[in-house]
C-alpha cells in the first residue's frame, strides 16, 4: 500500500497495546477496541500522494512519473529528423571548426550526427541535466516535449595540435560528442547547450592520412615541424641562426603567423605584457631545447617597450608580401631529411627548385607524446 509509511506507526502502537493486554490474560477492553477503530478510520482518510510528494532516489532526481508522458510528446518524420541532423552538423562545422584559424587548433573526423527523442532524454541521467537547466516551461526539455526544437547529438573524433598542449588542460582526444538544440523554425539559429562528451572506448582510433615529416619523428613532432617551417617562410625569415638575427618586422611578422598555431589572436601583440610573455613562450619552444618555456624572459626582457601601434599597422599591411619566394600556403611542398643529427626542411619552389632551408635538432622532452619537438637552430636562402 502507497501510505505505510504513515499507517506503520499508528498499527505497531495498537499491536503494542494488544500485546500487553494479551500478555495479562485480559481481554482487549473496549478502549483498545476504539483505539483500532480509530488507526483503521486514519488508515482510510489518508489522500494519495501527489507526485510533488512521492519519495526521490538517491541522487535527489525526481521520478520519472514527475515528468510528461513521453507518448505525448510531439513526433516529427523521418525527413525532419535528417534535416535537423544535418543542420546541427552545419553548424558545429562553422562555429566549431571554420572560424578564425579555429581549424588549425585541431585536427577533426569523423563526424556525424542523430536525433535524440524526448524519451531519451528523461532516462539518461546525463542528458537529463543537460536539458533541464533553466526555468520550467523554457527548459530544452519543455522545448523538445513541445516540438518546438529537437536535440542533435554531434559526435566526431578529434585530435589537438600540439601547440595546443602548451597553452593549457585542453578536452580529451578521441571519440567526443556535443548536444546542439535544433529550432523547428529555420529562420532560428542552433544553439550548443552542452560542452565535448568523451565516447572514448578503448584505444584511440587512428586517423587517416597522418603523415611522418621524417624518420625517427612522431606525429606530434611532425606536425609541430611543418607549422615552424610554415611560419618562417610566410615572415620572409631568410638567414639567421637565433630569433636575435631578426628586424622588429620580422619577429612581429613571425609572432603574428606562429602565434595562431598556439591560439593566439593577433591582437595580443599590441599589449607589450602579453606580447614579452607569449613571445618568449613561442620563441623557447621554437628555437631553444629548454623546458622552462613558461614566464622566462630570454628573447624580451621587461624593459622591451612592444610594438608601437603606428609600426603595427605598418608590419600588418605589408604581411601579404613579405614571404619567402616560392612560398605557397598550405600547398608549399617541403623536402625533409636527416643531415647528421640536424633535420634539414627545403622548400620546394614553383619551377622545382629549393629557395631557403631551415635545419632543426630534436628535443625529446619530458612527455614524448606531446611536447617532444624539433627546435630550429639556423635559416638559410637557397637562391
Known amino acids: 500500500m502507497r501510505n505505510n509509511s504513515v499507517v506503520h506507526p499508528i498499527?505497531?502502537?495498537?499491536?503494542?497495546?494488544?500485546?500487553l493486554l494479551a500478555g495479562c490474560g485480559t481481554a482487549p477492553s473496549s478502549a483498545a477496541l476504539s483505539e483500532e477503530a480509530a488507526a483503521r478510520t486514519a488508515e482510510e482518510a489518508v489522500p494519495e500522494a501527489t507526485p510533488e510528494e512521492q519519495e526521490t532516489d538517491d541522487a535527489g532526481q525526481t521520478a520519472e512519473t514527475s515528468f510528461p508522458d513521453p507518448a505525448g510528446a510531439a513526433t516529427?518524420?523521418?525527413?525532419?529528423?535528417?534535416?535537423a541532423a544535418l543542420r546541427a552538423q552545419q553548424y558545429w562545422?562553422?562555429?566549431?571548426?571554420?572560424?578564425?584559424?579555429?581549424?588549425?587548433?585541431?585536427?577533426?573526423?569523423?563526424?556525424?550526427?542523430?536525433v535524440v527523442p524526448y524519451e531519451s532524454c528523461i532516462y539518461n541521467d546525463q542528458l537529463l541535466r543537460i536539458v533541464s537547466y533553466g526555468e520550467e516551461g523554457e527548459r530544452a526539455l519543455d522545448r523538445i516535449y513541445a516540438g518546438t526544437d529537437l536535440l542533435v547529438e554531434v559526435h566526431f573524433y578529434v585530435e589537438y595540435q600540439p601547440e595546443r598542449y602548451y597553452q593549457g588542460p585542453q578536452y580529451g582526444d578521441g571519440l567526443t560528442a556535443v548536444y546542439i538544440l535544433v529550432p523547428m523554425d529555420t529562420t532560428q539559429p542552433c544553439e550548443v547547450i552542452s560542452g565535448w562528451y568523451s565516447s572514448q572506448i578503448g584505444e584511440k582510433m587512428p586517423r587517416p592520412g597522418q603523415t611522418l615529416m621524417a624518420e625517427g619523428l612522431t606525429i606530434y613532432q611532425?606536425?609541430?615541424?611543418?607549422?615552424?617551417?610554415r611560419a618562417m617562410a610566410a615572415a620572409g625569415l631568410r638567414e639567421f641562426t637565433s630569433p636575435s638575427?631578426?628586424?622588429?618586422e620580422e619577429l612581429y611578422r613571425y609572432l603574428y603567423y606562429r602565434g595562431q598555431d598556439f591560439g593566439i589572436e593577433a591582437d595580443i601583440w599590441q599589449n607589450a605584457m602579453s606580447a614579452i610573455s607569449y613571445g618568449n613562450r613561442i620563441l623557447t619552444i621554437d628555437f631553444t631545447a629548454e623546458n622552462d618555456w613558461s614566464g622566462n624572459q630570454r628573447f624580451l626582457s621587461a624593459e622591451w617597450p612592444g610594438f608601437t601601434a603606428e609600426n603595427i599597422e605598418t608590419y600588418t599591411a605589408n604581411l601579404g608580401s613579405g614571404a619567402v619566394p616560392g612560398y605557397n600556403g598550405l600547398h608549399t611542398g617541403w623536402q625533409i631529411g636527416w643531415d647528421g643529427d640536424e633535420l634539414v626542411a627545403k622548400l620546394n619552389?614553383?619551377?622545382?627548385?629549393?629557395?631557403?632551408?631551415?635545419?632543426?635538432?630534436?628535443?625529446?622532452?619530458?612527455?614524448?607524446a606531446w611536447d617532444g619537438r624539433t627546435y630550429c637552430v639556423e635559416g638559410r636562402p637557397l637562391d
Open 245 to 248: 638575427d631578426w628586424t622588429e
Open 76 to 83: 516529427f518524420s523521418y525527413a525532419q529528423y535528417e534535416e
Open 93 to 114: 562545422y562553422a562555429d566549431m571548426t571554420t572560424g578564425e584559424m579555429a581549424h588549425r587548433y585541431a585536427l577533426v573526423d569523423s563526424v556525424a550526427a542523430s
Open 222 to 229: 611532425s606536425r609541430m615541424l611543418l607549422h615552424q617551417c
Open 11 to 19: 498499527l505497531l502502537l495498537v499491536a503494542s497495546c494488544l500485546l
Open 349 to 368: 619552389g614553383d619551377e622545382g627548385y629549393s629557395a631557403q632551408e631551415y635545419r632543426f635538432r630534436l628535443y625529446d622532452g619530458f612527455f614524448a
